[in-house]
């Protein structure tokens, strides 16, 4: 009778134990999905931060929003450290 029990304690052990083994792999598969289009999301904004620093379009912007223009040559001030 004993001998009984512990089979069946022991089978539904290897039976919870079957299930929590395929929820994780459940889980595991959804966060690798997940943090491959992270990954993606990722690559595109850092393409997005590229383009929008380039020394062009910063130009562009500055003298468009900011009315900024290029300094003549007379109105440039060159300071050097003191010896």
Do not use: C
Not at 35 to 57: F, I, K, P, Y
């Amino acid at each position: 009778m004993i001998l009984a029990l512990v089979v069946l304690a022991s089978s539904l052990g290897v039976v919870y134990a079957k299930h929590q083994s395929r929820k994780l792999f459940v889980e595991l598969d959804t966060l690798k999905k997940e943090r491959d289009e992270m990954n993606v999301e990722w690559g595109r904004l850092q393409l997005e931060q590229s383009t929008l620093a380039t020394h062009s379009r910063i130009e562009k912007t500055a003298k468009q929003r900011l009315k900024m223009v290029t300094p003549e040559y007379e109105q440039v001030l060159i300071v050097r450290p003191a010896k």
